[in-house]
């Protein structure tokens, strides 16, 4: 079973910025599309970004202007670059991707990101 890894959350002071990458556990998966998802304490899980495999982006619209999603093919990673990182904006980030081959859905386990002075 293909698990996705996400990588770079942490603890960022209001108004930092991270990256977060998102790659699969074998180098044989590879990723079409991909989506980040957060998800807050208490809260549902919300949809932030997208990404096609050919470099169609979307943003949610709390995002946009801030948080860039972006892809290295030959890599076979996927990155989210967030900026002016807000306190509410604490959450799990999860990474979603769709493969190329099976069309299927792979989730990652998330990677906890925390903003707070």
């Known amino acids: 079973q293909v698990q996705l890894v996400e990588s770079g959350g942490g603890l960022v002071q209001p108004g930092g910025s991270l990256r977060l990458s998102c790659s699969p556990s074998?180098?044989?998966?590879?990723?079409?599309?991909v989506g980040w998802y957060r998800q807050a304490p208490g809260k549902e899980r919300e949809l932030v970004a997208t990404?096609?495999?050919?470099?169609?982006?979307g943003y949610a619209d709390s995002v946009k202007g801030r948080f860039t999603i972006s892809r290295d093919n030959a890599k076979n990673t996927v990155y989210l670059e967030m900026n002016s990182l807000k306190p509410e904006e604490t959450a799990v980030y999860y990474c979603?991707?769709?493969?190329?081959?099976?069309?299927?859905?792979?989730w990652g386990e998330g990677t906890l990101v925390t903003v707070s002075s």
């Open positions: 990404i096609t495999r050919t470099g169609r982006t």
């Open positions: 979603n991707a769709i493969s190329l081959l099976t069309g299927k859905s792979h």
């Open positions: 074998r180098s044989s998966f590879s990723i079409n599309a």
